[in-house]
């Protein structure tokens, strides 16, 4: 579980050495240096595989990332926003379900922007842990962050009553599977069934409609928690 962009600079480099052309090329090496770290291991990919499997010459690879410890750091700072943000809406004043809500879009919007489908680099990172050192204490820190949240919605009213440390890791498992499901459960020529924003409102309202105490507020809440939300670049699928 997890930690978990926003969008990334539009491509401003060099020519593809296969002709190939991207939008954002970065956010494709890392969608491929992820398969490939996943398929055989960190240790054994190198930058060569990489640069040829996204297409470009090895040269051109460092014009975006100068290393492959480079190109972990960018996976695990991507896996962390969500986090990051959870952090920040601690600290919020004022009503709780909109820092909620607020956490729970974002929480799936980065997931569906990711390069990678998140369980795989739960996997990765599960199977070598001092390559992926501290993913599993972001996940610790955001399942923690959740709860306390939900903890101060009850405490003020705002949600019905329930059991913050076990509702806390069905809500990210959900965005998860939502992510696994609706984003990346498809085939490579396949756009998905809907824009990673709708799918991240349609499952924080989910969540929220089965959260707040006062089911009727769910608009007022999603209004004010998008005040909290930093709005992507772009709805392009990364894979």
């Keep these: ?20 052309d991207s939008a954002n090329p970065r956010e494709e090496i890392l969608k491929e240096a992820s398969r490939l770290f996943t398929a055989q291991g960190v240790a054994a990919t190198t930058i060569s595989q990489i640069a040829e499997s996204v297409g ?12 492959k410890e480079g ?15 959870a952090e920040k809406l601690l600290e919020e004043d004022g009503p709780v379900a909109p820092r909620l809500y607020a956490f729970l879009y974002t929480d799936v919007r980065q997931l569906c ?5 998140f369980y795989e680099l739960e996997i990765a990172a599960l199977a070598q842990p001092q390559v992926f050192e501290g993913f599993e204490e972001d996940g610790d820190k955001l399942c923690a962050v959740a709860a306390r949240l939900l903890e101060l919605g009850v405490d003020s ?26 984003w990346h459960g498809r085939r490579e020529d396949e756009k998905p069934t809907a824009s990673s924003h709708a799918i991240a ?21 999603r209004e004010a928690g998008r005040g909290f939300v930093t709005e992507y670049a772009d709805d392009e699928p990364a894979a």
């Design 157 to 182: 009213g705002e949600l019905r009553q329930t059991d913050p440390a076990a509702t806390a890791p069905m809500l990210l498992s959900l965005n998860e599977g939502a992510q696994h499901r609706l």
């Design 201 to 221: 409102e349609s499952v924080a309202d989910y969540h929220l409609n089965s959260l707040l105490a006062d089911v009727s507020a769910l608009v007022a809440v």
């Design 113 to 117: 922007t990711a390069p990678l489908d």
């Design 71 to 85: 190109i972990l750091s960018a996976l695990m700072e991507k896996n962390r926003e969500s986090l990051t943000l």
């Design 56 to 67: 470009l010459r090895q040269s051109s690879m460092y014009y975006y990332y100068k290393s």
């Design 1 to 20: 579980m997890t930690n978990r962009e926003l969008g990334s600079p539009k491509r401003t480099g060099r020519p593809r050495n296969s002709g190939r």
